[in-house]
């Protein structure tokens, strides 16, 4: 099976714009969880979705926002880009809700100057 | 604050060596799970320990989970170069969601 994927592996942005971050699961999982990593905060959950819905949400401000397909792949959108942004942008998904494991697709690094 | 805590943040042993790093959280889970991670790319899963288990071995991984004093440790038996990595522990709460991490141990492996 093919792992999680996640594209662009890399993105530079300036402040003030926004981005779109997309991420394929693994086929067959339907939940989708993103996390926002940086070397201060360290690993922070964003927001999870399953079925098309957003079950959870993290702590981040509503320039956060994501969504997810009838294919359980999923998007994440950041508008307004803050310095603050830059971080490496994890998605993992897993087979349902509950006590499963997570498996992680490579990251996207984004960078805002 | 976070659910998980790591400790030690860092650790540096020789090849062959054990390496342990300890977990420790504050409310009741469903379980917790460590992952590996090198050089700022994906979490690899490792292991998954249940609220009623007590210990799980996985190849060279031995967890266990003491529910009582909060804590899990994960050990690592007769370590290689290729296990320089860091190691993190999640959880999740009692209808295991709302995943948290833990800040990690980064652990050196010295060939």
């Known amino acids: 099976k093919a792992g999680v994927t996640q594209t662009p592996r890399y993105l530079i942005k300036t402040r003030g714009q926004q981005v779109t971050l997309s991420c394929s699961p693994i086929?067959?999982?339907?939940?989708v969880s993103w996390y926002q990593q940086t070397p201060g905060q360290g690993l922070q959950f964003l927001f999870e979705?399953?079925?098309?819905?957003?079950?959870n949400k993290g702590n981040f401000p509503g320039r956060f926002s994501g969504r997810q397909f009838s294919n359980s792949r999923s998007e994440m959108n950041v508008s307004t880009l803050e310095l603050g942004d830059s971080a490496l942008y994890l998605c993992a998904s897993s087979l349902a809700r509950g006590a499963y494991e997570q498996y992680f697709g490579p990251g996207t690094r984004l960078t805002v100057t | 604050s976070q659910q998980g805590e790591e400790d030690p943040q860092a650790l540096s042993i020789q090849e062959g060596e054990n390496a342990t790093m300890n977990c420790s959280y504050k409310t009741s889970i469903n379980n917790l799970q460590w992952y590996r991670q090198n050089s700022g790319r994906g979490l690899v899963h490792l292991i998954l320990i249940r609220s009623n288990e007590r210990e799980k071995h996985s190849g060279r991984l031995r967890v266990t989970l003491d529910t009582s004093k909060k804590s899990s440790s994960l050990l690592i038996t007769a370590s290689r170069a290729a296990d320089t990595a860091s190691y993190f522990c999640a959880t999740s709460d009692n209808y295991g969601q709302n995943f948290v991490f833990g800040p990690g141990t980064r652990l050196s492996v010295l060939p």
């Open positions: 979705y399953f079925s098309e819905t957003q079950r």
């Open positions: 086929s067959g999982h339907r939940s």
